[in-house]
């Protein structure tokens, strides 16, 4: 360990945790990498991969009882497995980490100023007045709005965005040599991402830090990282330099990764001709709290949402989080009553709750929920759990309800003697599989899917994604599938809507999302997705800044407006937008006609 | 911060609070119509029973009348919380003299011995709370854990024999009961008060104990506090700048539960010690059956209960940014 | 296999864990068999001598009548823990009722329950039982509601929080858009999952009915004799306070072991499922 020319060097490093029965279990095996003054390692891997846990063992650092062997040394300090640790002194001084979800890495009852100033204070860096002032001016390169006072105030006023760029702030007062940054932007909306990657990066720039990224997503490593480190179960699959990876990666586990992060779009079957919608929705207005007088929720989600579903059809249906994709679902299985509109199923209006609405109504609707965790009941079986979808709509028993459960399982590729097992000993994946099982044995005509790929690894969620076009194919059931991300909901789905806060605010067939125009907000949302390249940050200039950005959110408005680059003066402000049809068949929710659409994003294509 | 800015970031605790204190009266007054329903109206005929069965229907048709049991329920029900709420739950049927005359003596020797117990309790609890979560899983915290588990399981009247015996049969240190003199030295007044108040804060530390230690364990497995060891924060630093504003609404409420523990406990103490409290008196009052007397203690505890319980919500939302400022 | 696990999990308790596990064995079987192996009958007049001390003759000696302590302490134990045991189930079973109906009945139900319990919290226990008893008598019947009602609402409130955190959960929602009726979702879906969370608690409660019967019963309000809990038994004897007794200390210690214990067994017993 002499070679001084690397800022960081960890040799032979392992890190070991306690089984619950007492027996050793090493997350992160013999693991050594350098890295260059200056220079972005970003390690990569799976959840549970060890990322984390390597991060952290450079600040000399272990969660609960785990322990940390083998030699560490960043600058001057070394940590040398015999007990040596030096660097416990550096943290939070020379070394500093940014951690994933900062809405829960800020203490809720403090002010956020004296959070950001406080490792400068406690490592006698400079005076309190001085720290002030250097963390106002780190608020201003991060690009956050009033830099002089939003540090007055609290966590839970702040945006998870604003947030993020607040811990890097405070990661960044003691000016650092090592800046670790843990998935940073893993908790946030795609949109937002983009803004934080770019004050990260300027900010690490101007610093001259060294550092750490660690995130599951190659594209947004791609745009962070000067090196990468390949992780699977805690060992190295590959490290060199980003170019090389994303070019002509070497390692069998680091192409799976590659492919799976570019879902290839399956075809849609041929679908039949039908004079009426399997699933037709109109007019939905739903919210949650007390109903007053006329109607409407105490707080209102979706406002006037509509879409129709075709037998064998899958719809996507795309927003940010908060937007009311999942109330959709719920109101569609019956589980919310809508204040107003209508769902239909097959031209027949269905009940607004579940009690009006009859056995075989419910039978023919099933949904599939995000988190398989949860979605299982932990304490029964698989076969138990399906053995009684089918006992419920169908009266199938015994003998017949095994056969029944064991060509489920072959349909979702899992082994029938999984039947036997508990749910809580079920894999991620494995879980996700059963829950749609669940689903399917109630062979129902449409299931409401929301975000059912949204919590797995990539590798698993492309194998879902798979699944479910197969089961489309062969069964002929359609899909109401609910996303945060467009590129799943464009590899599975035939029709897209894009819900903005509620409101719909375009909707239309695939392939016309992949030219201009399209409305405003989902030209931001397409083009906030990382590309895997290296270049792809810096190509993206700098957004342009919404004029109206002073402004509330106002339901008579179009509600994309505080936010909107292309805002029209003195009419967005004014009315509320009408639906566009454009000649791609799209229809938008936008002031702007279809020719100054065009121009505005062509125009940022060309520039 | 301008004025009318500053005004109105009052006004959403103000009305959080204000429905804290409807909610806490809302309560109290079910909580009269429980107890008057069990005390007042279930048990059949008072008239009779101060008479004894060899009364006339007569007399006792006049007794009832006088004592208003002629009345329909919730008429009585009326007149009891009227003349409660203005200080005259009416007279004891034991003495005859006005229940309020026989409270108004009782209650300050109470309220004394449950501020000592609790000035006592307070500071160990802290003490033992802190130390344990600190040293959460080692073998302090381990042995703290049996301590305080065995003395929540003890009860206050085995805790007084031992402490009588010891104390005061075997080593005649203290008395064994406790009577304050009118002129008595602040050597009598410890040596009186002692014995009791030991015994209630046995109980009180115990369990004030254990809960500061949940509350500040509760916060020490959220994010923030990794991400403070990762700042560089000291452990002395992290208990008091960062967990304790977080758990300080959560050890209120502890405080607020255990003071009314202190209260129950107080009635086998104030027995057993012949303390003139008005926990004894509500034990005399069930012993005689004198209703009126044992409702207004009943009541009176009640209030002070639900009192404690809504200081500690008040605290809590000033406390916590996200209610003050919501 | 089942009890191969459940060695294990013995082998696996912390000394506390164990010594409480000891205790509360020999209690319930001191409560089961007791009095079939008492030496003498609990309410004879054994000895001569009042509070003699112990012998060959009289284990833990005689009381202030001149009756077996051993004897009596087993009937004691019986009484104590027999109703107890029958007012902590029936306690939590009404609790445990009421929550589940709580969670999956209509909004109303939800609000009109949780209000009634929050009221019923609000009289501190000590004072409930007073004012109960003061009404109604102490019957062994009587004992047995009273502390059943006066435990119902903090069982009600712990397990209405576990049934609205389990009501929120996807699985249960999918049962209801299935079309699941409430039963089958209260019983096959919620119950099950909150049986290992409850069970501290039934265990705590355990104690503080332990705690409150012989607290009364100390006071003189609890069993009326010739019937006689643990802390009747030590009530009866304090006279012999100022002689220092054997009779009255046994008693005393008598419930202490067993509430400690059942305080240390299921703290060993949760611990262990935590870490
Ligand atoms: N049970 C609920 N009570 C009150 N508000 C809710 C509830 N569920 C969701 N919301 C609110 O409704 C909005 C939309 O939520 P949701 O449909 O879950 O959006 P998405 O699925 O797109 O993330 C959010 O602002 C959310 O906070
Ligand atoms: S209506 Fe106006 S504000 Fe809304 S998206 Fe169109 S241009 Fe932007
Ligand atoms: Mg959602």
Redesign the interface.
């Known amino acids: 360990m002499k070679d001084t020319t690397q800022h960081v060097e960890v040799r032979d490093l392992s890190v070991t945790v306690r089984r619950?029965d007492g027996t050793p279990l090493r997350i992160v095996e013999d693991v050594s990498f350098d890295i260059a003054p200056r220079e972005t390692l970003a390690l990569i891997g799976e959840s549970g991969s060890g990322k984390t846990t390597i991060a952290?063992a450079l600040?000399g650092?272990a969660?609960g009882s785990a322990e940390i062997t083998g030699q560490i040394r960043v600058g001057q300090a070394t940590l040398d497995g015999a007990g040596g640790n030096a660097l416990k002194?550096?943290?939070?001084?020379r070394i500093?980490?940014v951690?994933q979800?900062a809405a829960?890495?800020?203490?809720?009852?403090?002010r956020v100023i004296d959070q950001v100033i406080?490792?400068a204070l406690?490592?006698g860096i400079e005076p309190e007045e001085a720290a002030r002032k250097r963390a106002v001016s780190l608020f201003r390169s991060l690009a956050l709005p009033n830099p002089e006072t939003i540090g007055q105030r609290?966590p839970?006023?702040l945006s998870g965005g604003q947030l993020q760029r607040l811990m890097a702030a405070?990661a960044l007062i003691t000016q650092p040599e090592l800046v670790i940054f843990d998935e940073p932007t893993t908790a946030l909306d795609v949109t937002t991402q983009v803004e934080v990657l770019q004050a990260f990066r300027r900010v690490v720039r101007e610093q001259g830090a060294t550092g750490v990224y660690v995130s599951h997503d190659l594209a947004v490593v791609a745009q962070m990282a000067d090196r990468v480190l390949v992780l699977k179960r805690g060992k190295v699959r590959e490290q060199n330099a980003v170019d090389v990876i994303l070019q002509s990666p070497a390692d069998d586990y680091t192409r799976m990764l590659m492919s799976a992060a570019m879902p290839v779009v399956m075809a849609a079957p041929v679908l039949p001709d039908a004079p009426v919608p399997l699933l037709e929705v109109e007019g939905i207005h739903a919210g949650y709290g007390p109903i007053d007088k006329e109607g409407r929720p105490a707080h209102p989600v979706l406002s006037d949402v509509g879409f129709s579903i075709g037998r064998g059809a899958a719809l996507g249906v795309i927003g940010e989080s908060g937007s009311g994709k999942s109330t959709v679902a719920r109101v569609v299985?019956?589980?919310l009553a809508p204040a107003r509109g209508s769902v239909k199923l097959d031209g027949v209006p269905l009940a607004p709750t579940?009690s009006g609405?009859s056995?075989e109504e419910?039978r023919r609707v099933?949904?599939v929920?995000?988190?398989a965790d949860?979605?299982?009941?932990?304490?029964r079986s698989v076969g138990d759990i399906l053995g009684r979808?089918l006992r419920?709509?169908r009266g199938t028993r015994g003998e017949e309800a095994r056969r029944r459960v064991a060509e489920l399982l072959d349909l979702i590729k899992l082994p029938a003697s999984i039947a036997s097992r508990r749910c809580d000993e079920l894999s991620g994946g494995q879980k996700q599989r059963v829950n749609l099982a669940?689903a399917l044995a109630?062979e129902p005509d449409i299931i409401l899917c929301d975000e059912v790929t949204s919590a797995l690894d990539t590798v698993v969620r492309g194998a879902i994604l798979d699944l479910l076009a197969e089961l489309r194919r062969d069964l002929g059931v359609a899909y109401l599938f609910i996303s945060h991300d467009i590129e799943t909901v464009k590899a599975l789905c035939d029709d897209i809507v894009v819900l903005y806060k509620g409101t719909r605010v375009e909707s239309g067939v695939r392939d016309s999302y992949n030219v201009p125009p399209v409305h405003p907000y989902t030209d931001l949302l397409i083009s906030s997705v990382p590309e895997l390249r290296s270049d792809w940050l810096s190509d993206e200039s700098e957004r342009a800044a919404a004029p109206f950005a002073h402004l509330r959110e106002r339901p008579d408005l179009c509600r994309f407006l505080p936010r909107c680059p292309v805002a029209i003066a003195g009419t967005c402000e004014v009315s509320a937008p009408p639906v566009r049809q454009l000649s791609s068949g799209n229809a938008v929710l936008c002031h702007h006609t279809e020719e100054t659409l065009r121009r505005t994003q062509s125009e940022k294509i060309l520039g | 911060m301008s004025a009318s800015a500053s005004a109105s970031s009052w006004r959403g605790p103000l009305r959080l609070i204000g429905h804290r204190v409807l909610l806490a009266l809302i309560t109290l007054l079910l909580v009269s119509a429980v107890i008057f329903t069990i005390s007042g109206l279930l048990p059949g005929d008072a008239a009779q029973e101060v008479l004894g069965q060899s009364a006339t229907p007569e007399q006792i048709a006049a007794l009832r009348k006088e004592m208003g049991l002629d009345q329909p329920g919730p008429v009585r029900y009326y007149q009891w919380l009227r003349g409660i709420s203005m200080g005259d739950p009416g007279q004891s049927m034991v003495t005859n003299t006005p229940v309020s005359e026989i409270i108004s003596v009782r209650l300050p020797n109470t309220l004394i011995l449950a501020a000592l117990s609790t000035l006592v309790s307070v500071p160990f609890a802290f003490l033992i709370g802190i130390a344990s979560a600190i040293a959460r899983g080692k073998k302090l915290d381990r042995s703290l854990n049996v301590l305080t588990l065995s003395m929540v399981a003890l009860p206050e009247f085995l805790v007084a024999t031992v402490a009588v015996l010891i104390l005061s049969v075997k080593l005649q240190w203290l008395p064994s009961i406790t009577l304050i003199p009118q002129e008595a030295s602040f050597a009598d007044y410890v040596r009186g008060y002692a014995m009791p108040v030991m015994v209630l804060a046995v109980g009180v530390i115990a369990q004030l104990g254990r809960m500061i230690r949940a509350a500040i364990i509760a916060e020490l497995d959220r994010p923030y506090v990794e991400m403070a060891r990762l700042k560089g924060v000291s452990q002395t630093r992290l208990v008091f700048h960062h967990i304790l504003p977080n758990a300080i609404g959560p050890i209120v409420n502890a405080m607020a539960l255990s003071l009314s523990y202190l209260f129950g406990g107080a009635i086998i103490v104030e027995t057993i010690f012949s303390y003139p409290g008005l926990a004894g008196l509500m034990v005399n009052a069930v012993t005689s059956r004198d209703m009126p007397l044992l409702q207004a203690c009943a009541m009176i505890f009640c209030a002070v209960y639900l009192l404690l319980v809504l200081v500690a919500d008040v605290f809590a939302i000033l406390a916590n940014p996200r209610l003050r400022n919501a | 296999m089942k009890i191969a696990a459940l060695f294990t999990t013995i082998r696996n308790l912390p000394l506390s864990g164990k010594i409480g596990l000891a205790f509360v064995v020999f209690w319930l079987l001191a409560a089961a068999f007791g009095p079939m192996l008492a030496p003498h009958p609990p309410g004879a007049f054994v000895s001569e001598e009042v509070f003699a001390d112990a012998s060959s003759r009289l284990w833990l000696g005689s009381d202030f009548l001149g009756r077996d302590v051993l004897s009596r302490l087993l009937m004691g134990a019986r009484f104590t823990v027999g109703l107890s045991a029958v007012a902590v189930t029936l306690a939590v079973g009404i609790g445990t009722g009421l929550a589940l109906t709580a969670a999956v009945g209509p909004h109303w139900v939800d609000e009109l329950l949780s209000r009634a319990m929050d009221t019923l919290i609000s009289i501190p226990s000590k004072i409930f039982a007073l004012v109960l008893i003061a009404a109604f008598g102490s019957s062994e019947l009587l004992l047995i509601v009273i502390l059943a009602v006066i435990y119902v609402p903090g069982n009600f409130r712990i397990a209405r929080s576990l049934a609205v955190g389990l009501a929120r959960l996807d699985y249960v929602e999918v049962a209801r858009a299935r079309g699941e009726g409430r039963l089958y979702i209260a019983l096959s879906e919620m119950l099950p999952n909150m049986i290992r969370p409850l069970a501290a608690d039934i265990g705590l409660r355990f104690v503080f009915i332990v705690l409150l019967l012989s607290g009364l019963s100390f006071l003189g309000l609890g069993l009326a004799p010739p019937d006689a809990d643990l802390g009747s038994l030590v009530r009866e004897n304090t006279s012999g306070l100022a002689e220092g007794a054997l009779a009255i200390f046994v008693r005393a210690t008598a419930i202490a072991t067993l509430t400690v214990s059942v305080n240390l067994l299921i703290d060993a017993l949760t611990q262990g499922k935590v870490r």
């Open positions: 619950e952290l600040m650092y969660r002194a550096q943290r939070g001084h500093s980490y951690a979800s829960a890495a800020f203490n809720p009852s403090r406080e490792p406690i490592h609290y839970h006023e405070m299985a019956g589980l579940l609405r056995r419910l099933q949904i929920f995000q988190s949860v979605a299982l009941n932990p304490g979808v419920f709509y669940r109630a």
